[in-house]
Every structure is written in C-alpha cells, then in structure tokens.
C-alpha cells in the first residue's frame, strides 16, 4: 500500500516530536527544534501543523494509539477472562514503567497543563480514549465472570489511570520508595475489592449423611 507524501511527513514530523518533546520537555521544545530533528524547514512543520498546540493533539493521539495498541491485545489473552484482567492490570502498569517517549509525554504535558489551559483539551481526549478503551473491555471479561462494577463501570477507568498515572510520577522522583511487584500486587487486589457477583453463588451442598450402621447379624 503507497501512502502519499504527505501523509508520510506528517508521521515524520509526529516521530521527531515525540522524541524532542520526551528529551527536552514541552517547555523547552520549539517547533525549530522538532523542525531540525526531523530534518525539514520550520516553514514545512508550519505547512502542517500551524501551531504548537496542533502539533501536540496529534502527538498524543499518537501517545495514546501506542499505549493502546501494547493492552489492547492482553485484554483477550490467556485462557480465561480473569487471566486476561491480571494481564491488563501488568500491562497497564508495565508500559508506564517502562518510561518510553510516549509516557514521557504525557507525563511532562499533565505537569505542564497545570499553567496552560491549551494542553487540558488534548489531555482530556487522551484519557477519555484510553478510558474507553479499558471500560469496554473490563466490562466484557467482568460480565465473563459474572461479576459486576460496585461503581459506575464508565468512572471506573478514571479510577486506574489516576491511580497508575499518580503512582508513576511518584516512582519518577523516588523509584527506590515503589517496587514494580509492589504496585501490581495492590492494583490486584484493589480491582478485586471493586467488583462483586452478580449474583451469590451457590452454597455448597451439605456432606451426604454417613449410612447408618448395620448389626452383624447372628448366624
């Protein structure tokens, strides 16, 4: 499949964007540093992207889409849908850790959006996203297993990313303070505390009373 060239500098310049913004900062990234990097005129950046802020939308979507893409596929694997929840859980969790570029991102524009209220609308889409995401597919594996949300199922995944997204900065600025095993086991425990049966499952059965004892009998 050929795409037009356009549509291949556009990812260029996306790609080069992710990197700078990831090793400098929003703050002290300029659409001529990303222009440098990608190797084009700052006029031909312009072409496409006119401001700052859009080049930035595009930036998280692409942010978010990668995010996606690495959980997306551990929400149906294993072989049962409880298997797939613990695999999401990790995964979630895995990929901030592991402070790609993307993660970077978002983590530098949530502190940025603090002091410029242009960056809150591209964040806002980027959570409600990944907040779709989860929802759809944590309701499909809890309905699997008969269970049900405790609260609404649609907050949530607001719930998870908040959690995660907080624990993340704070192993940031103290990583020896938050151990990966430590986060995975809580967030486990924690989604079993939100959910309950649909309904009570059965009690078991009583133990079948013992056969009365029989006496011998004389010959």
Not at 13 to 38: P, T, W
Not at 76 to 105: F, N, Q
Not at 136 to 161: T, V
Not at 169 to 181: G, L, V
Request: with cysteine.
């Amino acid at each position: 499949m050929r795409y037009k060239k356009s549509e291949i500098s556009v990812a260029h310049i996306v790609e080069a964007a992710m990197r700078v913004l990831a090793r400098q900062g929003y703050a002290h990234s300029s659409l001529m540093d990303i222009a440098n990097e990608v190797g084009m005129s700052k006029g031909a950046v312009h072409y496409h992207f006119p401001t700052k802020e859009a080049l930035i939308t595009q930036v998280l979507e692409t942010a978010c889409e990668a995010v996606a893409e690495r959980t997306r596929k551990t929400w149906t694997a294993g072989a049962d849908p409880l298997t797939a929840m613990r695999s999401a859980l990790h995964e979630l969790w895995t990929v901030r850790a592991g402070l790609s570029d993307e993660v970077k991102v978002v983590a530098d524009l949530l502190a940025q959006s603090l002091h410029d209220e242009k960056l809150r609308e591209p964040l806002a889409t980027y959570y409600r996203f990944a907040s779709s995401q989860v929802e759809e597919h944590l309701r499909a594996n809890a309905e699997a297993l008969g269970l049900r949300s405790k609260i609404d199922h649609k907050f949530l995944p607001r719930i998870m990313h908040g959690l995660l997204d907080g624990l993340l900065m704070q192993k940031i600025f103290d990583p020896d303070a938050i151990s990966d095993e430590q986060v995975i086991s809580s967030l486990e425990i924690i989604a079993a505390s939100l959910f309950e049966f649909e309904q009570a499952p059965p009690a078991a059965a009583p133990p079948a009373a013992a056969p009365p004892a029989t006496a011998p009998t004389e010959s």
